[in-house]
T-cell receptor, first 116, second 112 residues
Framework: GQQLNQSPQSMFIQEGEDVSMNCTSS?????WLWYKQDPGEGPVLLIA?????ELTSNGRLTAQFGITRKDSFLNISASIPSDVGIYFC????????????????FGKGTKLSVKP | KAGVTQTPRYLIKTRGQQVTLSCSPI?????VSWYQQTPGQGLQFLFE???????NKGNFPGRFSGRQFSNSRSEMNVSTLELGDSALYLC???????????FGPGTRLLVL
């Protein structure tokens, strides 16, 4: 089935550093979403992207929908301790019935931890 | 506005038993999707409901089933539980199938 390759799998951050992560796919996606999940909670939507080339910001977070529609990246600027958690990309594959957001394909996640 | 609520939050069952999980969507949302999250497979789509109709189903065996009621609340059922069914089951709600979905906190199921 369709898969999203998310990288890196994990990274350590120091307060104030910028962070980047990305997702790629072999097939075209209509929508890219970025979620953050804290322990014991469900994923929380950070940014939604609906058009190829779209660049969207949400505070210190910036995400882009790749021109080829096969990739997306998320940047976090000037990281703070509460940024730790697991970040997931998710996409809605092209040609999906009814244009529904319901059947999302998720990446395996990028775990952000604080540098010891 | 209250978020998506899922009950119970934690559940322990033994192999062969069945389980029913419940999801109450955000008020005004008519669509509900269910996902299974495991360390190995990540988040995988189970089913999607809109106005009491199942719109889509993921690649899971027939032991996994669901339904949606007229008040948009949804339940999912897993029969003949297997050890591999241990997971966090997440429900997401959205106003219509074309709008972005919001997740509940999940039900953590442990099968012994």
């Amino acid at each position: 089935g369709q898969q999203l390759n998310q990288s890196p799998q994990s990274m350590f951050i120091q307060e104030g550093e910028d962070v980047s992560m990305n997702c790629t796919s072999s097939s075209i996606f209509n929508t890219w979403l970025w979620y953050k999940q804290d322990p014991g909670e469900g994923p929380v939507l950070l940014i939604a992207l609906y058009k190829a080339g779209e660049l969207t910001s949400n505070g210190r977070l910036t995400a882009q929908f790749g021109i080829t529609r096969k990739d997306s990246f998320l940047n976090i600027s000037a990281s703070i301790p509460s940024d730790v958690g697991i970040y997931f990309c998710a996409g809605q594959p092209s040609g999906y019935y009814g244009g529904s957001q319901g059947n999302l394909i998720f990446g395996k996640g990028t775990k952000l931890s604080v540098k010891p | 506005k209250a978020g998506v609520t899922q009950t119970p939050r934690y559940l322990i069952k033994t192999r062969g038993q069945q389980v029913t999980l419940s999801c109450s969507p955000i008020s005004g949302h008519r669509s509900v999707s269910w996902y299974q999250q495991t360390p190995g497979q990540g988040l995988q789509f189970l089913f999607e409901y809109f106005s009491e109709t199942q719109r889509n189903k993921g690649n899971f065996p027939g032991r996994f089933s669901g339904r949606q009621f007229s008040n948009s609340r949804s339940e999912m059922n897993v029969s003949t539980l297997e050890l591999g069914d241990s997971a966090l089951y997440l429900c997401a709600s959205y106003r219509t199938p074309q709008e972005t979905q919001y997740f509940g906190p999940g039900t953590r199921l442990l099968v012994l």
